[in-house]
């Protein structure tokens, strides 16, 4: 199966519509990714400096720094390091650093899994602003009432056909 990813002009604001040719500070500003593994997004030793890098390589953004560590519950945590940090703190720190930059489009892998209620409903909260505010995001999750509280379009994909690669009946539904 083959595919193709490219940017609208909007997006792409003179980088060109091919984001695999645009530099660091160019990606990072428009799409922020959270992995399903959050440690293998990290590059520092230390909790404060993840939030910071983005912003610092950016020029901008560092005084959100302190409303992403108060909402997601890591005020605590910023001089640890986000290696010895549990499984739902890594999570809440890998969705941090990526908000931190504060990019146009959001793609995040299963952002709710490890969490707890109240860091649930804070995380549901916080993207629901965002999407008003007109970021947009694309969440890949198994869980059903996130996919309710954000909306927006749905798909979802069957098994492929044993012996056939790719998509079998994909069905996309809009809540």
């Known amino acids: 199966?083959?595919?193709?990813?490219?940017?609208?002009?909007?997006?792409?604001?003179?980088?060109?519509?091919?984001?695999?040719?645009?530099?660091?500070?160019?990606?990072?500003?428009?799409?922020g990714t959270v992995f399903q593994e959050p440690e293998h997004q990290f590059v520092t030793g230390r909790v404060l400096d993840e939030l910071m890098f983005g912003p610092r390589h950016l020029g901008h953004g560092e005084e959100r720094v302190d409303e992403l560590l108060e909402r997601l519950r890591l005020t605590k945590l910023v001089e640890a390091n986000p290696y010895t940090l549990s499984g739902g703190e890594k999570r809440r720190l890998s969705v941090a650093t990526v908000l931190a930059a504060h990019p146009r489009v959001l793609i995040l892998d299963e952002p709710t899994f490890g969490q707890d209620a109240n860091t649930w409903a804070e995380l549901a909260s916080f993207l629901s602003e965002l999407l008003d505010a007109g970021t947009a995001v694309v969440s890949v999750t198994h869980d059903q009432e996130f996919s309710d509280v954000l909306g927006g379009t749905e798909l979802k994909l069957d098994a492929p056909e044993p012996g056939r690669p790719g998509l079998r009946n994909p069905e996309v539904a809009a809540p």
């Open 1 to 31: 199966m083959e595919g193709r990813v490219s940017a609208t002009v909007d997006l792409s604001e003179g980088a060109g519509i091919d984001p695999y040719k645009w530099k660091a500070e160019q990606l990072i500003s428009r799409i």
